[in-house]
């Protein structure tokens, strides 16, 4: 994992090299282990390394190829680079998965990533053919941002080297609008900062005669068969076998890797297999955050899979008051707003875990490809209603009201639940909105006329859309950005086992009844692992990860809350109603009732972007 920047001057005037190396500086924090920087004429490329893989000066960047005509930068991992290395042939000068990708490039052209597993930003310069070519990989893990501004196109991990190379932070009053009014933000390449844009996962672009041309070489619905004819058995192997591969293969490091645990289902599998891989002969590090609150503590699932596989654990408590002392450096990591107190804690263990542990494997993904979130359930059962599938719909309502031990009042909110996630914008584990335009200014909604953002449904069960949303729109772009921002700002790179895209392709390509079966969510992963799993996850439904940002707000935070909203500078601005807000908040405190607080966020968070990056 690293830091890259570049500077291409589209009208071929030099570049400047004191801009290239600001731009590096800010990044530092991603790659404390090297620098480099190459510059030809009207072209630069910049590079901070993390060592991970091959720790010696062979894997310097930017690494140029052994005839000097080809020059890149990458953030990443290439996963499969040993496998690439043996097709490709040849001689090479270093151990690392760089040279490997810069091979494969010189033999396959922009064809190379139908060959790439793994998480990966980078940009070649091709000196023959004069062009840039720059990739983001399948999934959004690794980030890549750009801008062209007076005739120069500018490119970096993160926002804050295109700032270092003096490009004006704008709001963009767009997605500020879609964040406030629908709780949408990463589902667009668009910003929060005007004119800056993301490349969007499975994309790549191209410099062709002073032009930059974005082009999509990944799309999940035209890489998903039907796989409906397999047996539960064969479901069940092969998904197996393409997590204990991927996982594998995500253990290649010259570093010490660690495990963040939950207790959960996801964590559950990973250690497992690591375990098995392993063959119980090498102990992993565990590691889990807490709020020093009985009603949000992991603590008890967190230990019983420590000590079930023999290893060690240790325990980093997020209290009121770190909070607020870590938030100014969230954001500062985030360059946005983002989702909440969770992050907070996230941040909080990445920056106190062991320095040593630069690799981290983590559970991401598997509730959106399995179909774990409860708001899933309605729609699966109105894919057996289009089926005209009574019988089934009755055997499966009546199996999740007994497992989750649900009145009949109950069930119907959870099947209601369903059908208002599929038709609404962002919304929480429990399906409850993020947001709504009763607190915003008229005029605001006026001028910038929004429109709920339009996203795919390309598939033909409800099911499998919802899913897509959130892993293609939603809840998954936001938690990866969120992972890379805070991991990398203590120098730690953050792999994704569960969304290895030959994994997702597998995982869409199933019907329903693979997914949900006798009420339970997730079926063939459970069966799939349930000699790895103890009894209670195997058993038990998705537990949500609780934390304790509801009642901080109305209580513990609740000075610092009301501090943001009655500062002069969040009345200056022009998106809210001010009056309706504070009804809003005074009434929030008051109720006695647990209440999504992801509104009450949003506006402390945008006020805090502002002093952060704006004003």
Same mark, same amino acid.
């Given at each position: ?23 590096? =500086?800010? +990044?530092?924090?991603?790659? $404390? ?51 690439? =290395? ?89 997605? !500020? ?18 004119? !800056? ?26 890489? &998903? ?50 375990? +098995? ?66 992050? &907070? ?9 062991? $320095? ?47 497992l989750h031990r649900l009145t009949k009042e109950e069930m119907d909110s959870v099947l209601k639940m369903g059908l208002e996630a599929y038709s609404s914008g962002g919304v929480s584990a429990d399906a409850s909105k993020f947001s709504s335009s009763n607190y915003l200014n008229n005029d605001f909604i006026s001028f910038v006329k929004r429109d709920m953002p339009k996203l795919d449904l390309p598939f033909k069960s409800r099911l499998a859309n919802i899913q897509y949303r959130d892993l293609r729109y939603t809840k998954e772009p936001r938690v990866l950005r969120s992972v890379d921002r805070n991991s990398m700002a203590y120098g730690k790179e953050v792999r994704v086992p569960f969304l290895d895209h030959k994994i997702v392709e597998f995982c869409f390509s199933l019907p329903p009844r693979q997914k949900i079966r006798n009420g339970t969510q997730r079926f063939f992963m459970r069966e799939a692992f ?18 304790? +940002? ?27 109603? +001010? ?37």
């Open positions: 994992m690293c830091g890259i920047a570049g500077i291409l001057d589209l009208n071929e005037r030099p570049i400047k090299k004191d801009v290239l190396k600001a731009m590096v =500086k800010a +990044q530092v924090h991603r790659g $404390p282990n090297d620098e480099g920087i190459y510059i030809d004429n009207s072209i630069g490329l910049g590079h901070r390394r993390l060592s991970i893989i091959d720790l010696s000066k062979a894997g310097h960047q930017p690494m140029g190829s052994t005839h000097k005509d080809l020059h890149i930068v990458t953030n990443g991992e290439i996963y499969n680079y040993i496998e690439l =290395k043996e097709e490709l042939g040849g001689e090479y000068q270093s151990a690392s998965d760089t040279e490997v990708l810069l091979k494969a490039y010189e033999k396959w052209d922009e064809n190379c990533l139908s060959h790439l597993n793994g998480i990966f930003a980078f940009a070649i310069w091709d000196e023959k053919k004069q062009r840039l070519f720059a990739a983001r990989d399948h999934m959004g893990v690794k980030p890549f941002y750009y801008v062209i501004e007076g005739g120069v196109f500018y490119f970096a991990s993160e926002i804050k080297a295109l700032f270092a190379a003096g490009i004006k932070a704008v709001p963009n009053d767009r997605i !500020i609008s879609d964040y406030l009014k629908y709780g949408f933000y990463e589902h667009s390449e668009e910003t929060f900062f005007e004119s !800056i844009k993301q490349l969007m996962p499975g994309h790549y672009l191209t410099s062709e005669r002073g032009e930059i041309r974005v082009k999509r070489y990944w799309h999940l619905p035209d890489n &998903v068969s039907d796989l409906s004819s397999l047996s539960d058995k064969d479901v069940q192997d092969r998904y197996r076998e393409l997590v204990t591969k991927s996982i594998t293969r995500q253990l290649r490091s010259d570093v010490p890797v660690g495990i963040p645990a939950s207790g959960g289902l996801d964590c559950s599998i990973i250690t497992g297999v690591v375990n +098995q891989i392993n063959e119980g002969q090498k102990n992993f590090q565990l590691f889990s955050w807490i709020y020093g609150n009985p009603d949000y503590d992991e603590t008890p699932f967190a230990s019983s899979l420590a000590n079930s596989l023999g290893w060690d654990i240790s325990f980093f408590e997020l209290s009121p008051q770190k909070a607020l002392d870590i938030i100014p450096d969230v954001m500062k990591a985030e360059e946005q707003p983002f989702p909440g107190i969770s992050i &907070v804690a996230r941040h909080l263990l990445y920056k106190e875990a062991d $320095p040593n542990l630069i690799v981290l494997i983590e559970g991401h993904g598997g509730d959106e490809i399995g179909g774990g979130y409860p708001y899933y359930f309605g729609n699966f059962i109105s894919d057996l209603v289009k089926k005209e599938s009574t019988k089934e719909i009755e055997t499966e309502i009546e199996a999740y009201a007994n349930k000699d790895l799993l103890p009894p209670h996850i195997l058993n038990t439904p998705k537990r949500a990860v609780p934390d304790p +940002q509801r009642a901080w707000l109305k209580n513990e935070l609740k000075d610092w809350t009301e501090d943001i909203l009655s500062s002069e500078s969040f009345k200056r601005r022009p998106y809210f109603n +001010q009056e309706e807000i504070q009804k809003e908040y005074n009434r929030y405190c008051s109720s006695t009732k647990i209440e999504n607080s992801f509104h009450i966020w949003q506006w402390i968070n945008l006020e805090l972007w502002f002093r952060n990056f704006i004003d």
